[in-house]
């Protein structure tokens, strides 16, 4: 008898003991992944300290302050996606989080699997995270696009587009353009599986939407989120060329962000580390900025709002790990 029960207790713990690592493992993974992009970037780090201590000090903490609202209108953008209320502190928190863990990833993948695993955890079912994270993903995209192309028609001089798209890479961006929806197309017709997942998953997806819309509410957090967002990032941008003295109209840079970011959309590099910075140096050339000074711009410009906030990121993310927010 006395030999059954302990055999039971010995079982039963056998799956906590394997737990407990794992569980350990996530919560330390951001921080080495943090040292480790760290060095890799350690002169990029060195020269945009040093632009931070010739800038305008007034000017970088309207900067600071206006990075530390994107993550509110993130915040608000992900409330709007689903019909259910989310805790406020811990969807603020987890944005916060999720922005660390998509400068570690491919971009988009990290902060998608933070955010994802918040919904799951809140109690959401995986098929209505998935849409309600589809439709985040469409929408911030649209705002976007939507915010760039309103600003290309205020500001109509404010870029020559050519300069982030050299002619040489017309012929393969439209080749990939029209393959993946071919490729795509030749999928769902040969696999009746895949077909059925899809239209399973774009029922629930356009359910989920009717039902946000409904809610006038959760349309305005959604949508209002999705043009705050890219319109905050470009006002960082624009505050940090003021603080370094770059003498390019604020429309423009702003216009100059949001080209750089949406060409660069389909590298997959963790958090566009690299691809961004050199997209954006050369759009602000393109609006007329001296090399030099866009490069200071572009630098201290990613360090106040990439690196800076990296290791708290990091932090929380392993601190709602350890709490089994996510």
Not at 69 to 93: D, H, I, N, Y
Not at 111 to 123: D, E, I, P, Q, W
Not at 229 to 235: D, G, T
Not at 266 to 294: D, F, H, N, Q, R
Request: with cysteine.
């Amino acid at each position: 008898m006395s030999c059954g029960v302990t055999t039971a207790v010995r079982v039963s713990e056998k799956p906590l003991l394997h737990r407990v690592p794992v569980r350990r493992v996530l919560c330390v993974l951001p921080l080495l992944l943090v040292g480790v992009v760290a060095v890799r970037h350690r002169s990029v780090l060195a020269e945009g300290f040093g632009h931070l201590a010739t800038a305008r000090w007034p000017w970088l903490l309207a900067a600071a302050g206006a990075t530390c609202l994107t993550w509110v209108a993130a915040a608000c953008t992900r409330q709007g996606a689903v019909v259910e209320r989310l805790p406020r502190r811990r969807l603020l928190a987890t944005q916060f989080a999720a922005g660390a863990a998509n400068h570690l990833l491919p971009t988009g993948l990290g902060a998608s699997a933070v955010n994802l695993r918040f919904m799951t955890v809140c109690g959401l079912p995986l098929a209505r995270s998935s849409a309600a994270l589809a439709l985040y993903l469409l929408a911030e995209s649209v705002g976007r696009l939507a915010l760039l192309g309103a600003l290309l028609i205020a500001f109509p001089g404010a870029l020559r587009l050519g300069a982030l798209l050299p002619d040489a890479a017309v012929g393969p961006l439209l080749t990939v353009a029209g393959a993946v929806p071919v490729a795509a197309a030749v999928a769902l017709a040969l696999l009746p599986r895949l077909r059925g997942a899809l239209a399973s998953f774009l029922r629930t997806a356009l359910g989920e939407a009717r039902s946000v819309h409904a809610r006038p509410a959760r349309a305005l957090a959604l949508w209002g989120g999705a043009l705050a967002f890219p319109a905050l990032q470009a006002s960082v941008l624009v505050l940090v060329g003021r603080a370094l003295g770059l003498e390019v109209p604020a429309g423009h840079m702003a216009v100059a962000y949001l080209a750089a970011t949406v060409a660069v959309a389909l590298v997959p590099t963790p958090g566009g580390i690299g691809s961004v910075e050199a997209a954006l140096v050369v759009a602000l050339v393109a609006a007329g900025g001296p090399a030099a000074v866009a490069t200071a711009v572009v630098l201290a410009f990613r360090l106040l709002t990439v690196w800076l906030p990296l290791l708290p990121g990091a932090l929380t993310l392993a601190a709602l790990v350890r709490m089994r927010v996510i």
